[in-house]
């Protein structure tokens, strides 16, 4: 079975610690002790990094036996796709072609 790809362990913990929105989508993290799954942009305290585990998907994350945070719905985590159809929406809205961002 294909496995999509995340950012390394070390990339996560960043990506984490500083609740980098612009990971949301590329990978889940998941805390062993509270059986919950989040993005990595949740606003929920951060995890220790010893009881976390990374997921590339949130249906991965569900099926290891983890449930979605309340709080960031990773569950419905299509955010980088939703942004660039905005995004490509607004850029024609506007009239703009071939914006390099
Ligand atoms: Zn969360």
Not at 51 to 74: D, M, Q
């Amino acid at each position: 079975m294909l496995q999509p790809n995340i950012p390394s362990p070390t990339l996560c913990d960043h990506a984490r610690a500083a609740k980098d929105s612009r990971f949301d989508g590329l990978f889940f993290t998941a805390v062993r002790t509270t059986g919950i799954y989040c993005r990595p942009a949740c606003p929920a305290p951060t995890p220790k990094q010893s009881k976390v585990t990374y997921f590339p998907t949130a249906a991965a994350a569900a099926t290891a036996g983890y449930r979605h945070c309340l709080r960031c719905r990773p569950e419905l985590a299509l955010g980088w796709v939703r942004d660039a159809a905005n995004s490509v929406a607004g850029d024609k809205a506007r009239g703009e072609k071939n914006v390099v961002r």
